[in-house]
């Protein structure tokens, strides 16, 4: 009870301020774990992440995928293809390249997922799996209102940061 008292202020009951920081609770952990267990920085293995499950892409589509500045992308992928993780590629005729995981990249976006299992398990332990199945409902539906919201203020969304 003085849980739910505690997220009643002028505005009563928020969901916004607890997802926030469930977010960034999150978000600063895992930041803080893949870098000590990998040696990767915040943005490079979700770099690493995002090119391992949806496959090669160009530094444009990768920007957008990770709400990112085209930039910031750019110097994590050089990074990670000097460390053998990434491969840029430019197909004959196409213009622009594709990033994809070298066989090295692809051992460490496969310990990544592993780890993130792991996490996953760990984050939701103790919860019904009916009850983080609706969680997951809401999340989608709170997702879209919120995009809903962005749109209408003329907000492109989240800046990444």
């Known amino acids: 009870m003085a849980e739910d ?5 002028m505005l009563g009951p928020t969901v ?7 977010a960034d609770l999150i ?6 774990y893949y870098t000590r267990e990998l040696g990767l920085s915040y943005l490079d ?3 690493l992440l995002h090119v391992g499950e949806l496959g090669p892409l160009s530094l444009g589509n990768l920007a957008d995928a990770m709400h990112h500045d085209l930039g910031q992308i750019s110097r994590g992928v050089t990074r990670l293809a000097q460390a053998g993780f990434l491969v840029r590629e430019r197909k004959g005729g196409v213009p ?3 990033v994809r995981l070298t066989d090295q990249g692809q051992v460490i976006f496969d310990e990544l997922v592993h780890r993130a299992t792991q996490r996953q398990a760990a984050l939701i332990e103790g919860i019904d799996p009916a009850e983080v199945e609706q969680f997951r409902r809401t999340l989608k539906l709170i997702e879209a209102n919120a995009r809903r919201i962005a749109a209408s203020e003329n907000d492109p ?3 990444g940061t």
């Open 16 to 22: 916004a301020s607890p997802l926030l920081t469930v």
């Open 45 to 47: 293995w979700r770099v």
């Open 96 to 98: 622009g390249t594709k």
């Open 157 to 159: 969304g989240d800046s």
């Open 5 to 9: 008292a505690e997220d009643e202020g």
């Open 27 to 32: 978000r600063r952990s895992a930041r803080s």
